[in-house]
């Protein structure tokens, strides 16, 4: 029994350690990037707008609450700077490179450094005042309105559309997903930080 604890105590620690060291923090970063650019090949093309339906929402509010502002952030950019040099990060139902960071997705991408430092900023500080689930919830939601309003403004200036036609284009399709994405992403987070704690 001492000894499963005391196993258990030192998984712990060392997880905890893997998040304060430097070399720790860039071993995320790049987790981080990876597992977003994962998310992203787990798509499906809509025949009436040019954004796909993908996980990359989830992962980028996930990575955010998960390594917190600074790394989250870093991991996006990371993740940006790697699909700009051309390796296959990026949904695969369109071109690579930098030609995708000026494409119609081209919004929602740029939005994903701020969206995950929202949600770390914002999961770190409701903790104080309620669960984990609900700062979770609030985080997700939070961070989710920097990913549909760059991405939404991005697709109607490039395509000049009305705001009727950018609302059936580029939000609505989205929302249902959305919010299962984000109960998802809070309750991932939720385990993963009692688990932690435990």
């Known amino acids: ?9 030192g998984l712990t620690q060392r ?6 060291s430097l070399s720790g923090k860039v071993i995320l970063v790049v987790a981080a990037s990876v597992f977003v650019a994962i998310c992203a090949h787990l798509s499906i093309p809509l025949p009436f707008t040019p954004v ?3 996980l990359q929402n989830f992962a980028v509010i996930l990575v955010g609450m998960m390594l917190g502002p600074v790394a989250g952030f870093s991991a996006m950019v990371l ?10 990060v990026f949904t695969p139902h369109s071109v690579g490179g930098v030609a995708h960071l000026l494409g119609p ?3 929602y991408l740029f939005s994903y450094p701020l969206a995950a430092a929202t949600a770390g900023w914002v999961v770190r500080l409701m903790q104080r005042v ?5 700062s979770g919830l609030v985080a997700a939601t939070v961070a989710s309105a920097p990913i549909f309003i760059l991405g939404a403004g991005w697709l109607a200036h490039l395509l000049h ?8 284009m580029a939000i609505a399709p989205f929302l249902p ?11 991932i987070f939720s385990s993963v930080q009692r688990w932690r704690r435990s």
């Open 1 to 9: 029994m001492q000894s499963a604890a005391s196993t258990q105590l």
């Open 15 to 20: 997880t905890g350690s893997l998040q304060d």
């Open 52 to 54: 796909p339906l993908t």
């Open 79 to 88: 993740y940006l700077a790697e699909g700009a040099m051309g390796l296959p």
């Open 105 to 107: 997705n081209a919004g």
């Open 130 to 134: 309620t669960s984990r689930f609900r």
């Open 161 to 168: 559309l009305s705001a009727s036609a950018t609302w059936t």
């Open 177 to 187: 997903g959305e919010v299962v994405k984000i109960m998802a992403a809070a309750g």
